[in-house]
């Protein structure tokens, strides 16, 4: 048996990932988990020299017990000192308005390409990665820190998205389907509330508050929260256009 560490090994040894590795992997994560070490399941385990000494460190991917249809929990990176002590890298998190861009559900992996800690993250919007962040090793922190995102694309909306505040603008500004559909109803509204049309502009300023404010209500905390804001968008474009032929 070779006598490198568990978490970290010599690339040069010719050691590879097997069973013992994997056990130990199990035992340190299953630790104030509420999971058993049986229970906790590695999906992914990659090994790379982030920090230059010859030492890989483990790049881990697992579920605990409490996993349930939430995909794998556990996104790390581990590595031993010299006395045998465990001691786990910080991972950057993604910045707020990173964040927005994810839709409903979000799942992340981790992997390593061109020397960088890639993190990328799917959501259930069905667009393939729209959010993948890079990392290198900094050997004068001794941390990880971004270096590259790749962010997916934004649409012309009827507000300014670099000033959303309410959680659901995100997915309207990254979601071409709901974009369209909110310019157009602000498009309906701006139309009807035109003193030339002689419009009851107080019931349709009234209207329009109700209707953010559902739309928060009711999609904020959504999983499929594309669909759901894309339901209120078509139903308020329903009310307008009712409207428009209450007043013609």
Not at 26 to 32: K, P, T
Not at 154 to 161: A, G, P
Request: aromatic letters at 8%; one cysteine or more; glycine letters at 6%.
């Amino acid at each position: 048996m070779s006598s490198c560490s568990c978490f970290r090994c010599s690339r040069h040894s010719g050691r590879t990932s097997g069973r013992y590795r994997r056990t130990t992997f199990r035992n340190y994560l299953a630790e104030g988990s509420g999971c058993t070490a049986e229970a906790l399941n590695i999906n992914n385990l990659e090994y790379f020299d982030f920090t230059g000494d010859s030492v890989d460190e483990a790049i881990v991917v697992a579920s605990t017990c409490a996993t349930g249809t939430a995909g794998p929990v556990v996104h790390t990176v581990l590595s031993r000192r010299p006395n045998g002590s465990v001691i786990k890298f910080k991972i950057p998190d993604p910045r707020e308005k990173q964040k927005a861009a994810l839709l409903g559900r979000v799942f992340s992996d981790l992997s390593v390409e061109d020397a960088l800690l890639v993190q990328t993250f799917h959501d259930t919007s069905g667009r393939e990665n729209p959010l993948v962040i890079k990392c290198r090793w900094s050997a004068d922190d001794k941390e990880l820190h971004p270096v590259a995102v790749k962010m997916p694309q934004r649409y012309k909306t009827s507000f300014d998205c670099d000033k959303a505040t309410a959680r659901v603008e995100g997915p309207i500004c990254y979601s071409s389907e709901v974009a369209y559909l909110d310019v157009q109803v602000d498009g309906m509204y701006k139309r009807w509330s035109d003193p030339v049309n002689n419009a009851p502009s107080d019931v349709l300023r009234k209207n329009r508050k109700h209707g953010s404010e559902k739309r928060n209500l009711t999609c904020e905390s959504d999983w499929a929260i594309v669909e759901c804001l894309s339901t209120l968008y078509r139903a308020r474009w329903l009310e307008l256009d009712a409207f428009r032929h209450l007043h013609p």
